[in-house]
């Protein structure tokens, strides 16, 4: 790993802040990126099956909880590589989420768009040439994972995003696919999901103040049901999403 890491010393290049920099931290959050994250529930699925979600009350109360765990536990991974955006910081906090994540179908949704954020990022993001170097020798070394939330905030970081904006925009993107999914799988309709995601919104802010700019020994999980919910996506007869 060593060498690895003096690999991308040699090669990181980080582009400077300019006007056309804000376009791609919008683009970052454009629901068109090719991602993967509608291709997951969040455990919304399971929980409809499992009847804990009946509908738009239940949903309100389901999003608020993900929110919750997302920033309990994701968050802290963020923050640290949104201030840190290098190698090293980056193999350090993916093993540790690695290690963290005990719900099996979670981790592989982690990894999954993870590695898709990467791919896109290393691809669409050229004014950043280190984000391609360090996706390339990652996948050579085979030393890291790609679990997504330390990806996000290696790229937000890379962008030039500050520590509070990429910690919001990641609640920001949580919500906008739970409630996508939920979109989908007829709990609500279009013009009633978007109402929910606005009224949602104070629920998200304060909820991103409350667990924002804490350290990775900080991160925790606040609704292991959910987690436990999520876990059962496997087991699901017939099933629209991933997890």
């Given at each position: 790993?060593?060498?690895?890491?003096?690999?991308?010393?040699?090669?990181?290049?980080?582009?400077?802040?300019?006007s056309?920099?804000q376009?791609?931290?919008?683009?970052?959050?454009?629901?068109?990126?090719?991602?993967g994250g509608?291709?997951?529930?969040?455990?919304?699925?399971?929980?409809?099956?499992?009847?804990?979600v009946?509908?738009?009350?239940?949903?309100?109360?389901?999003?608020?909880?993900?929110?919750?765990?997302t920033?309990?536990?994701?968050?802290?991974?963020?923050?640290t590589?949104?201030?840190?955006?290098?190698?090293?910081?980056?193999?350090?906090?993916?093993?540790?989420?690695?290690?963290?994540?005990?719900?099996?179908?979670?981790?592989?949704?982690?990894?999954?768009?993870?590695?898709?954020?990467?791919?896109?990022?290393?691809?669409?993001f050229?004014?950043?040439?280190?984000?391609?170097?360090?996706?390339?020798?990652?996948?050579?070394?085979?030393?890291?994972?790609?679990?997504?939330?330390?990806i996000?905030?290696?790229?937000?970081?890379?962008?030039?995003?500050n520590?509070?904006?990429?910690?919001?925009?990641?609640?920001?993107?949580?919500?906008?696919?739970?409630?996508?999914?939920?979109?989908?799988?007829?709990?609500?309709?279009?013009?009633g999901?978007?109402?929910?995601?606005?009224?949602?919104?104070?629920?998200?802010?304060?909820?991103?103040k409350?667990?924002?700019?804490?350290?990775?020994?900080?991160?925790?999980?606040?609704?292991?049901?959910?987690?436990?919910?999520?876990?059962c996506?496997?087991?699901?007869?017939?099933?629209?999403?991933?997890?």
């Amino acid at each position: 790993m060593e060498d690895v890491v003096e690999k991308f010393d040699d090669t990181l290049q980080f582009a400077p802040n300019g006007s056309l920099l804000q376009w791609s931290q919008w683009q970052l959050l454009d629901s068109v990126l090719p991602t993967g994250g509608f291709a997951h529930s969040f455990g919304l699925e399971a929980a409809i099956q499992a009847r804990l979600v009946s509908g738009p009350e239940d949903l309100r109360t389901f999003v608020t909880h993900i929110l919750e765990n997302t920033g309990s536990l994701l968050l802290p991974f963020i923050y640290t590589l949104n201030a840190s955006p290098n190698v090293e910081t980056w193999y350090k906090i993916d093993k540790i989420l690695d290690a963290t994540l005990t719900n099996e179908v979670g981790r592989k949704a982690s990894i999954s768009q993870g590695s898709a954020l990467l791919r896109v990022a290393a691809a669409v993001f050229q004014e950043v040439p280190s984000l391609k170097t360090m996706r390339e020798m990652s996948l050579t070394s085979g030393a890291v994972r790609f679990h997504h939330a330390p990806i996000f905030g290696l790229v937000c970081g890379l962008l030039g995003l500050n520590a509070e904006t990429s910690q919001k925009a990641y609640m920001f993107t949580t919500m906008r696919d739970v409630v996508s999914a939920a979109t989908r799988l007829n709990l609500v309709g279009p013009l009633g999901a978007a109402v929910l995601q606005h009224q949602l919104a104070a629920s998200a802010e304060e909820l991103s103040k409350k667990w924002m700019n804490r350290p990775v020994q900080e991160a925790c999980q606040t609704s292991p049901l959910l987690d436990t919910v999520q876990g059962c996506h496997g087991y699901l007869f017939s099933r629209l999403f991933c997890s």
